[in-house]
Structures are given as C-alpha cells and as structure tokens.
C-alpha cells in the first residue's frame, strides 16, 4: 500500500467572490499543481467537492474544472456531496485511490458559491444537512445548533461568556490570516455584549457565534510515496480515522458526539499518540457550541468542562493547544464544499512553515476536525511534515 502524501495546495481567499464556481476551482486547481510542482498531465484523478444542493442550478460540478482549465478536461473526475464535511470526503476518497495504488497522484478541490443566494435560500439548503422530518421546525441549522447549545446550557448552567470567548479567540486568530473572510479582531466584550450589530440568530447563540456564509475554493495535491519524494514539500498521515452517528437528534444524545469522539479516537491510536500530543488542531466551529463540544468530545476536558480550557487559554494561539489558528470556520469563513479542503491544506501550511497568517513554532503534529450535519458524518487526520 502507498503512503499518499500532501504536496502542494493553494486556498483562495473566502468572502464575496464575482468568479463563477469554475473558474474559483480552476484558479485554485492551476496554483496547487504549479505548487506541487507537476503539470496538469501528471494528475490521474480529480476529486470534487461541491455541496450546492440548491445554491445553484448547475450540478455536475466535477466536469467544471474542464471547462476553463482544458488541460483536464479528459482527467478522470468524481463528484462528492457530504453536507458540510463535503470536502474531507473528496479528501478520503483521494487518500484512498491513491494507497490502494490505483492512482499515483490526485488533485482535490473543494469549493462552494454561497453569496449570491438570499438568506432565506441558504437557511433551506443547510437545513437539508437536518433531518428534517424532526428538526423542520428549528428553520435554519442555526437553529439546530441552537437547541444543542440551549440542551447544554441546561445540563451544565449558562456558557454563554464561554462560548464568546471562543469566538473572540477565533477572530484574533482569523485578523492575521490575508485569506479570510473577516479580517477583524472583535474582543470579547462585542462577542458577549447583545446588540443590534450582535443579535440572538437562534437563542443562546448570537451572530458571532455563528460561522460566515462564504464563497471559497480551496485545491491540494496529492502522490504516492515515490513522487512525494522529488516533491517541494510533502505532508503525510500519521492516522485518519471516519466514524458516522445517527441523524435525528432525537435519537441520540447530542452533547456526546459519539461519531466526532469514535473518528478523533480512530485518527489518534492509528497514529499512536495522545491528544496532548498534537501541536495544533483546525477543528469544526461552525458554531461556537460546536467547538466547545469538540473539546469534550476529544478528550480534552470531561463532559461540562470544556469551559476550563478556554479560560486558562489552553487552546489560545499562545497555549498548549491551539486550536484554529487559522481563524477558523468562525472568521475565515465555510464556504461548504471547500471547509474540509481549507482545512487540510491551512494545517499542512502550519506544518511545513507557510502559514497565510499565524505561523506556530515548528509544529510536528497537526489534527484536522470536520464534520458533516451535527456531528453526522465525522472526519479526523494527524497529518506530520515528511520533507
């Protein structure tokens, strides 16, 4: 079996974008080859990963590379659809063509057009992440996350502070990084504070708890063992590990995240380490709710206590765990199908010393966290830097 490995990438920066969706994948598609080193006629396959499921009329997004980028045009393509880990799926799929030998190398894209859409429209089409024969009534996924955050709050009292600090962390994370959406450190006390600039979206969750609705494209490439080795830099997996949990919340209990816990725990002992081992963590904060699950949910503070960890600045850019340096999905923004994308190659950047925006010290381990729906389908990496 090959070892695949990540050998070069480029991330657009998220926002507003005028481009049409292809040519955002071209751009990216064109800049990570050149990245890697290679010429589009070295790329045995295309992964694709695009959401849309009604944010735009064109489907069949696999081909639209080709379409502005003819040199593939006759590359092999595969389109993938995972809610909002849409885009660790095209991830997996191309790790796995490639260690199963059947490719030598592949190129991943991961984007999605989501601001021309009203915000009536994008609620409708995230809802469809739910299950919406139950959770029809919460209207967005705002509101679906706001009954976990409210369900959370009754077990173990009022985090609202806590969940504000999540998000002014994030947010000064996310002022340094050129490539995301919203470059502006907000503080504390504005993420706190109620406001007509800072409202309840679904209550207890206020507008900056809540993740952009942004455009974005994102590519990687990745070899087998022996193309990796002649490449410019080249990131591995340590582990990996996917796990699903059952969709309705109502058959589950939300604030475990069995499925978010069963693929961290899979991605840990493959690589054979701890958590504390990591150097750094990208993790899913499409909520800030979700982030303070994620803790819990990967060991790193008991159930109820993942408060803990934001106060003594444990997971700050400074602390012995930082979690999304990049800004997160907070304030660099989730452009669905490119979230999972961005994430893998933001990490590998980390890691080989090419961050956009906050560089850490010489990072050896990075984890990568993205899941699909609340906690539905869940992604989990430990990428190290091989060259």
């Known amino acids: 079996m ?6 070069g990438w480029s991330h657009g920066r998220f926002g507003r974008s005028e481009s049409p969706l292809s040519q955002m994948m071209a751009d990216v598609a064109r800049e990570a080859i050149a990245d890697a080193e290679l010429e ?3 790329i045995d396959v295309i992964h694709v990963g695009v959401y849309n499921n009604g944010l735009s009329r064109q489907g069949f997004e696999a081909a639209l590379p080709g379409t502005v980028f003819p040199e593939l045009a006759l590359t092999p393509a595969h389109r993938h659809e995972n809610a ?7 991830v997996f799929a191309a790790h796995d063509s490639i260690a199963a030998g059947r490719h030598r190398t ?3 894209i991961g984007a999605e057009r989501m601001t021309h859409v009203s915000g009536h429209d994008v609620n409708e089409v995230l809802l469809s992440a739910s299950f919406r024969e139950e959770e029809e009534h919460f209207k967005s996924f705002a509101g679906v996350f706001g009954e976990i955050a409210r369900q959370y709050f009754d077990q173990y009292g009022d985090h609202s502070e806590t969940l504000a600090k999540i998000a002014a962390k994030n947010h000064a994370n996310g002022s340094h990084n ?9 503080g504390f006390d504005f993420c706190n504070t109620v406001s007509d600039k800072n409202p309840y979206v679904a209550e207890p969750l206020r507008r900056t708890d809540c993740s952009l609705v942004s455009d974005g494209a994102v590519a990687l ?3 087998a063992k022996d193309i990796a080795a002649s490449a410019p830099q080249a990131v591995t997996w340590r582990g990996m590990g996917n796990a699903n949990d059952v969709m309705p919340l109502s058959q589950r209990d939300p604030l475990e995240m069995e499925g978010a816990r ?3 725990t899979h991605a840990l002992k493959s690589a054979g380490i701890g958590i504390d081992d990591l150097d750094l963590i990208e993790t899913h904060d499409c909520f800030t709710i979700a982030e303070l699950l994620e803790y819990e949910a990967f060991g790193l503070a008991e159930p109820g206590q993942g408060h803990r960890l934001i106060e003594e600045g444990a997971t700050g ?6 979690v999304n340096p990049s800004g997160g999905l907070k304030a660099k923004g989730h452009p669905i199908g490119a979230t999972g994308v961005s994430m893998h190659a933001l990490a590998a950047a980390q890691l080989t010393g090419r961050s956009p925006g906050l560089q850490l010290d010489t990072p050896e381990l990075a984890g990568v966290f993205n899941m699909g729906g609340a906690a539905v389908s869940n992604f989990a990496s430990i990428l190290e830097r091989a060259r």
Do not use: E, F, N
């Not at 909002?84 to 095209?90: I, R």
């Not at 050129?178 to 907000?186: F, G």
């Open 106 to 108: 592949a190129l991943v």
């Open 317 to 322: 850019i400074d602390g012995r765990l930082p």
């Open 40 to 42: 589009p006629a070295d």
């Open 221 to 223: 490439v990745m070899a």
């Open 84 to 90: 909002c880990a849409t885009g660790s799926t095209a």
């Open 178 to 186: 050129p490539l995301a959406h919203m470059q502006k450190d907000l």
């Open 262 to 264: 069963a693929a961290m």
């Open 2 to 7: 090959s070892t695949p490995a990540i050998i």
